[in-house]
């Protein structure tokens, strides 16, 4: 069975700092690969995603940028934080996992989250 | 480009049947997914509609209309916790596919 790692869970950093978000898929290979945002009583927003390797499309322009760098690993970072970047960071993954039954659809899949507190 | 359109918030009891509705509009459609968000976690899936009628989950069903680009998720016999947020989402086909999310729906069962 397919299972997707991210950490750390939870974090603290000051403004300008620089930041690195790690997440794994395991159990599938080329998996599409897909970093979420959700801020603080708003709805998930869309940050990147990535269908192989160092291929890598940014939805919406800011600070932070995303690199994969093997099959089955995406990584977030950012080289200053924002007091904007705050908010609940998701990974995912999407691929024909069967949780759909025979549909055989495409399910989006999501890491536990990481929690990001820019102060 | 997707819009999709569901309600902030709605409030239930214990036992109740709730029907939380959602509206989209998509160029290229190619299913629609409601899932279950607990305050603090990550969203998990529910259930994926991709024909018009009802699919049914135990407690939970959801139905879709493609010609009216509507949908919603119905929850039945409700448990306290049930209490979650209820996300709809649909797939988007251009400029790469990715599952593009409405803001969700916040439920909350009291007893």
């Known amino acids: 069975s397919q299972t997707i790692h991210q950490w750390p869970a939870t974090l603290v950093q000051p403004v300008g700092s620089p930041l690195s978000l790690e997440c794994t898929v395991e159990?599938?290979?080329?998996?599409?690969l897909y970093w979420y945002r959700q801020a603080a009583g708003r709805g998930l927003q869309l940050l990147f995603y990535?269908?192989?390797?160092?291929?890598i499309s940014s939805e919406v322009p800011q600070n932070l940028s995303a690199s994969r760098p093997q099959d089955r690993q995406f990584i977030l970072s950012s080289k200053k934080l924002l007091l904007s970047d705050s908010g609940f960071y998701l990974c995912?993954?999407?691929?024909?996992?069967?949780?759909?039954?025979?549909?055989?659809?495409?399910?989006?899949?999501f890491g536990a989250g990481s929690r990001l507190t820019v102060l | 480009g997707q819009n999709i359109d569901q309600p902030t918030e709605m409030t239930a009891t214990e036992g109740a049947i709730v029907q939380i509705n959602c509206t989209y509009q998509?160029?290229?459609?190619?299913?629609l997914f409601w899932y279950q968000q607990h305050a603090g976690e990550a969203p998990t899936f529910l259930s994926y509609n991709v024909l018009d009628g009802l699919e049914e989950k135990g407690r939970f069903s959801s139905f879709l209309s493609r010609s009216k680009g509507y949908s919603y998720l119905l929850l039945k016999e409700l448990q306290m916790k049930d209490s979650a947020s209820y996300l709809c989402?649909?797939?988007?086909?251009?400029?790469?596919?990715?599952?593009?999310f409405g803001k969700g729906t916040t439920l909350s069962v009291s007893s």
């Open positions: 990535s269908i192989g390797i160092d291929q």
């Open positions: 159990g599938t290979s080329n998996p599409n």
């Open positions: 998509t160029s290229g459609f190619n299913g």
């Open positions: 989402a649909v797939w988007r086909k251009q400029a790469g596919t990715a599952l593009i």
């Open positions: 995912a993954w999407s691929g024909f996992s069967g949780l759909a039954g025979l549909s055989g659809a495409n399910v989006l899949t």
